[in-house]
């Protein structure tokens, strides 16, 4: 039994009428013998194999746009993430604040872009972030004002009562080099 032929005859494919490009041709060759040397193993065991290659920033294609952000200190995070490093830094920020009506209102603030963010599609991770209760955190700010103003109170005092022993101790030195200039007179008839 002979095989039907399914393709066309031998005549009808030529090699030679196929038109390649000189970049195509060269990259196949590169290709056929950097597999062909993987087989050999001769990639096998090279210094540095495994580890990250130390390239320059020229060579990324996103240098420019990284370099941006990293001068101007800019953040490309989801909001989610966003909200969450707020949300851990507002009591630092709350306790640079003088008054009660500016806390309020931060937190406020906050409390609204939570909200806001909320009420989007979520972009990342999820949105675990509650708003803040105001009069709770207001309540924290207050506690830590005042143990702030009672810290410093103390180290005032501290510093205060350090002061005076300095000056005691200094007044008694004086005394006593006042005592010994008396007793023993250097500039005499004897001496």
Request: hydrophobic fraction near 35%; glycine fraction near 4%; include cysteine.
């Amino acid at each position: 039994m002979t095989e039907p032929d399914s393709g066309p005859p031998l005549t009808f494919y030529n090699p030679a009428a196929f038109a390649f490009d000189t970049d195509v041709v060269i990259a196949l060759i590169a290709d056929m013998r950097i597999r062909k040397a993987i087989e050999r193993g001769e990639f096998d065991n090279l210094p540095g194999s495994g580890k990250p290659l130390d390239l320059p920033d020229h060579h990324d294609p996103d240098w420019w746009f990284k370099s941006l952000m990293k001068r101007e200190g800019l953040v490309m995070s989801p909001p989610s993430i966003e909200l969450r490093k707020d949300d851990a830094a507002l009591d630092e920020q709350l306790d640079q604040l003088s008054n009660e009506v500016a806390v309020r209102c931060e937190i406020e603030q906050f409390n609204q872009r939570v909200i806001r963010a909320r009420y989007q599609l979520p972009m990342g991770p999820p949105l675990i972030t509650m708003p803040r209760d105001i009069e709770a955190t207001v309540a924290a700010w207050a506690d830590r004002r005042a143990a702030r103003a009672e810290k410093a109170r103390k180290k005032a005092e501290e510093e205060a009562t350090m002061r005076e022993e300095s000056r005691a101790n200094d007044r008694n030195r004086r005394r006593l080099l006042r005592r010994r200039t008396r007793r023993s007179p250097r500039h005499g008839p004897n001496a």
